[in-house]
């Protein structure tokens, strides 16, 4: 018999091109005075203006915070904080990729509970307090934010990457809206797109998942893999757009219920450290972290290659495993996904903080629900490994 299981997403998700329109509806039922929290990308696409718009015809005021920077930290936090407060406003609009909403879900916390948003890490302290109203707006199809439970800030003063994760995080409506995907570039579209591959694959790998968490994993990697091609050679391919979109959401309504896995772990710190987009970090370790722990969830990986392609389905688990792990070796190659040696990190500093990134990566949690879970040695020689990776090298019989 299987065993009690949650699972939580927002009150309310629109999607579909267009559903940006439903804030003006939306906004005015929970608030009058609007923060949008974005970035300067948002801006001068013209994103933050065009919600101020509509927010102005429905009658709501509104206040921007757009310091937001690639990778959210407790100073964007703050910053952020001081602006609702000083300003009087008592809903929060996250307007942007995943670090915008990341950065919206902690102001929106944090503006009704005391200290400092680290105190939340790893369920040490819980947040007493219901959030403000926070409406998710994403413009990438990757991080799953606006669905998901989950926010990473980073502590600027320790190069760590908090990942809190607690249900007060979960947005109060999403407003998932293809279109405006349409702007992210190339590199970001194979980023994001490839972050979302992994969100649905640890969610169907993970120790934690079940039934609900498995059936939305298998759909997202089932749209990833046949229209992120297409979203990335034709940035205006409205179908390939919308599938990416539903598929980041699914991810992250999948790990939000099930969690991450090793390569979520062993990301942050590289985000921390280096400053790499938490989705490029992502893609540089999911080839070679699926590729050591294979021989346990080789089961599960070969789940995924059936769905993949079906007339395999007479195959092997084991070739079907093998099969999987090179697909999305060639997948990254396909879209560019550099290694961290050729995006400039530099290996002596790469070399000086293993140790500490190891460390970091087992602290946050995310390894334990691993289907493989490995000892801070075995990280070690896992970051050296990725650092040289070479995607586009896959097996003869592939």
């Known amino acids: 018999m299987s065993s009690v299981r949650e699972f939580r997403v927002p009150e309310l998700v629109y999607t579909g091109v267009g559903s940006l329109q439903k804030i003006t509806t939306v906004v005015p039922s929970v608030g009058s005075k609007a923060l949008i929290v974005s970035d300067a990308i948002m801006t001068d696409l013209g ?23 690639a990778e959210p930290t407790d100073v964007h936090v703050e910053e952020a904080l001081g602006v609702f407060a000083a300003k009087g406003c008592d809903v929060v609009i996250g307007l942007g990729g995943g670090s915008c909403i990341d ?6 916390v944090m503006a009704v509970n005391q200290g400092y948003i680290g105190d939340y890490m790893g369920e040490r302290k819980w947040f007493n307090e219901k959030a403000i109203p926070l409406i998710a707006i994403p413009t990438t199809a990757g991080t799953g934010s606006e669905v ?22 979960i947005p109060s409506v999403a407003i998932v809206d293809p279109a405006l995907t349409i702007s992210s570039p190339p590199n970001v579209t194979a980023a994001t797109g490839i972050d979302a591959l992994c969100h649905a694959i640890e969610a169907y790998l993970s120790k934690r998942s079940h039934p609900l968490t498995d059936t939305l994993a298998l759909s997202a990697i089932q749209k990833i893999v046949n229209y992120i091609g297409r ?25 939000t219920n099930a969690s991450v896995g090793l390569v979520h772990g062993m990301s942050r710190p590289i985000g921390a450290i280096f400053h790499v987009p938490h ?4 893609a540089m370790l999911l080839p070679t972290v699926l590729e050591y722990s294979k021989d346990a969830c080789t089961q599960r990986l070969a789940d995924i290659g059936r769905v993949l392609n079906p007339s395999l389905q007479c195959k092997s688990d084991e070739d079907l495993a093998t099969y999987v792990v090179e697909q999305v070796k060639q997948l990254c190659a396909s879209v560019k996904i550099p290694n961290m040696q050729q ?25 334990a629900n691993n289907p493989k879970v490995p000892l801070h040695d075995e990280i070690v020689e896992l970051y050296k490994t990725a650092y040289t990776a070479d995607f586009a090298v896959v097996k003869a019989d592939s």
């Not at 409205?238 to 992250?252: H, K």
Request: charged letters at 25%; hydrophobic letters at 50%; glycine letters at 6%.
């Open 47 to 69: 994103y933050v203006a065009r919600v101020a718009e509509l927010l102005a015809s429905a009658g709501v005021a509104h206040e921007v915070y757009s310091g937001v920077d």
């Open 103 to 108: 950065a919206a879900k902690a102001v929106a």
């Open 148 to 169: 998901s439970s989950v926010t990473v800030i980073t502590n600027t003063k320790d190069d760590i990457k908090m990942m809190i994760r607690q249900r007060a995080l």
């Open 231 to 255: 979203a990335y050679a034709n940035g205006e391919d409205l179908d390939a757009r919308e599938a990416m979109s539903i598929a980041a959401m699914e991810a992250g309504m999948a790990f």
């Open 279 to 282: 989705g490029v970090s992502n």
């Open 343 to 367: 995006w400039g990190i530099d290996v002596n500093e790469f070399e000086r903080v293993l140790d500490k990134m190891a460390t970091d990566a087992i602290a946050s949690g995310s390894p």
